[in-house]
């Protein structure tokens, strides 16, 4: 297909208003003295732009936001500018306040870690720049072609080299030797790239850090079984530690990508909440656990933490209600008629969210939280969707394992998704009896599950972090078909985190902002003044649903809580409310910026107390009722997104 068929006239209006502004109000003036009013910097040449270029804030192609790209020269400094048009658009849901939202102001390509292209078989070619942080700006849409040109520019004024690993990504001033790049990822992390496809992680990072627990994974089917192992006690894993880190910095992110990204979560307006902020109490020590209640006096004077407008204390006595003894056997048959079905799935919900679940319970149980199976189906009827699944498991499995050495060698993506795939597994929950120790059958399932479902779901593929969210599955489901039909069913709610866009993660941090904004506003500000809107230090939360937070045993019981979708779909998200709300005392007395924001929800691992949060966030959420349900954006994970056959759309084109 010609380029010129391929144009969109749709964009035409935009770009016209633009040339009405005339040519000279786009140049920079290099005797001014002065920085324009684009954010430019001051006497910059232009050394490359292109007009019409397109980013797609969301899945909808009419929604698209066109403007113009340009490269600056100031010195030997290289910038990267993309400023959309002013002026009539088409698209009349998007206002030029949306439009400013998405503006890239004078980038410098020492931030630019990355620069990675697609060329499609049919539609446009774009790129996406990812930044040293390990965040990205949306793709780059290049709808009247130029990208070749693009690069070219950019490979005459910076060093710019193709990746080894990938031959469409182009690494920018990557001249450090792998030792360089491990020392340096100490003090700036840029291992993990969220905005990867495959999250990759710097290899030398990974090798440095290589533990025995590495073993051979072989790609032979294994069946589930209890590794028996020696009881032991809960040691150092340094390869735990490992992957720790690597979590960690999906969340880490430079001061210059906070105020770049930072822009997605302004406060849009004053939505009239003032009648909550009267309802004010004096606020209780809520800091640290470990700390005692005389550190809240020793803070001084001249810096007084603003009253909280809903303690969560006395929030808790009058709308939490008291956490209840796990679901049993004698009383999970009493939900249940003759032939399987469950009779009242609402109380059955209730029951869940107020008190868990027994262990024993959970094989069974998980399986109608997650929707695999439907509340209304007999012991029969899940019997035979086993059976149908199963046999379907086996042939999607069979499409990987059928490949070949020689075909592998002509399979770049599933090369790397395999590879990737292994080096995780081998990190994944090793602590636990059920992963540990060499060869551990369990974990050549957990492999091969993971393997089967990039297959199963071709665009998304494989993503770190997901191991993390299948491992207590398998745990509990304890057969290897189960645990992927089951795994399935929560992506299906939970896989827009992993998109590349990271529009998934966007939406609910955008939410979580606004719902601190209704419930604790004085908390609101106070990260508004501190360069925290972003929130991008709950990004861990949210990412992996608070695995690395609580224990084991905690993480399922919290799991099959948020899996209730009892109170609210975004439970998850009063959680992180609640968590905030709990050290507010902490964070505005000590004053913390980012970075010591992020330092500090990174230490919380393993110190929160899981049924007081509950309670906390249960409070939270009957107190905001309809109005926090209204600032939660529809579609937002993990509601169900509209299968229109777009949802990762955004994803590479081919495995």
């Known amino acids: 297909m010609q380029e010129a068929e391929l144009h969109d006239l749709s964009d035409d209006a935009d770009y016209a208003a633009s040339q009405q502004q005339g040519s000279a109000s786009i140049m920079l003036q290099s005797d ?38 340009k490269l600056l020269k100031q010195s030997s400094t290289l910038f990267l500018t993309w400023i959309p048009y002013k002026g009539h658009s088409t698209n009349a849901r998007l206002s030029e306040k949306d439009k400013s939202l998405y503006t890239i102001r ?12 697609h060329n499609p078989a049919l539609g446009w070619q774009y790129v996406i720049i990812v930044l040293s942080s390990g965040l990205a700006y949306p793709p780059l849409y290049f709808y009247n072609g130029g990208v070749r040109e693009f690069l070219a520019i950019i490979k005459q004024n910076v060093l710019l080299g193709r990746s080894a690993e990938d031959a469409n990504v182009f690494l920018v001033n990557d001249f450090q030797s792998p030792l360089q790049r491990t020392l340096s990822s100490l003090e700036l992390p840029r291992a993990v790239s969220i905005a990867s496809s495959n999250m990759l992680v710097d290899e030398a990072t990974l090798n440095e850090n290589q533990e025995s627990t590495d073993s051979g994974v072989n790609d032979g089917s294994a069946s589930v079984s209890q590794y028996h192992v020696k009881p032991s006690h809960k040691v150092h894993d340094p390869s735990r530690d490992l992957s720790i880190q690597v979590l960690e910095k999906f969340s880490l992110v430079t001061k210059f990508a906070r105020e770049t990204t930072s822009q997605l979560f302004r406060e849009i307006q004053n939505d009239g909440f003032d009648a909550i902020e009267k309802r004010t109490h004096n606020q209780g020590s809520l800091d640290h656990p470990n700390k005692s209640s005389d550190d809240a006096g020793k803070l001084p004077d001249e810096n007084p933490v603003p009253s909280d407008p809903m303690e969560l204390d006395k929030l808790s006595l009058v709308w939490g209600k008291p956490r209840q003894s796990p679901l049993g056997f004698e009383e999970w048959t009493t939900f249940l008629d003759s032939e399987g079905r ?9 029951k869940i969210f107020y008190g868990g679940l027994d262990h024993k319970l959970r094989s069974e149980v998980w399986g109608l939280l997650l929707g695999y199976y439907s509340y209304d189906s007999t012991y029969a009827e899940r019997e035979y969707l086993r059976s149908i699944k199963k046999s379907e498991y086996e042939n999607i499995k069979n499409q990987w ?23 995780d597994v081998v990190r994944t929950d090793r602590s636990r009896a059920f992963y540990e120790g060499d060869d551990n059958p369990n974990v050549n399932v957990l492999r091969d599950i993971l393997l089967t479902y990039s297959f199963y779901n071709f665009d998304l593929g494989y993503c770190q972090g997901m191991s993390d969210l299948l491992s207590p599955i398998l745990f509990v489901m304890d057969d290897e078909s189960e645990a992927f039909w089951c795994f399935v069913a929560q992506m299906e709610r939970l896989g827009p985190n992993f998109n590349r866009d990271q529009n998934g993660m966007h939406s609910q941090l955008f939410a979580l902002s606004k719902l601190v904004e209704l419930l604790d506003r004085p908390l609101h500000n106070y990260f508004k003044q501190h360069d925290c809107l972003n929130y991008f230090f709950c990004f861990r939360w949210i990412l992996i649903q608070f695995k690395r937070e609580f224990e ?15 109170l609210s779909e975004h439970l998850h998200l009063y959680v992180c409310v609640a968590i905030l709300k709990r050290y ?4 505005m007395g000590e004053e913390m910026d980012f970075d010591t924001l992020l330092k500090f929800i990174n230490e919380l691992s393993g110190h929160i107390d899981l049924d007081p949060t509950l309670r906390d966030a249960e409070a939270l959420c009957v107190c905001a009722g309809e109005d926090g349900a209204a600032r939660i954006p529809p579609g937002t994970p993990p509601s169900l997104p509209i299968d229109d056959g777009s949802l990762y759309s955004q994803q590479d084109d081919v495995l």
């Open 106 to 117: 004078a980038v410098p390509f020492s931030d630019i870690r990355s620069i990675r292209k």
């Open 32 to 69: 001014n003295g002065k920085q324009s009013s684009s954010g430019e910097p001051e006497g910059a040449e232009i050394v490359y732009m292109k007009d019409n270029v397109a980013i797609h804030p969301t899945q909808y192609v009419s929604e698209r936001i066109s403007g113009r790209l």
């Open 584 to 587: 507010r005392n902490k964070i």
């Open 401 to 423: 394992q059928s490949i070949t050495p020689e075909q592998a060698r002509r399979f770049t993506k599933f090369r790397e998704r395999k590879g990737l795939i292994e080096k």
């Open 342 to 350: 469950v009779t009242d799935s609402e109380a059955l919900r209730k």
């Open 552 to 566: 084991y045993e905690e993480t399922m019981r919290l799991w099959e809580v948020l899996w209730t979708h009892y």
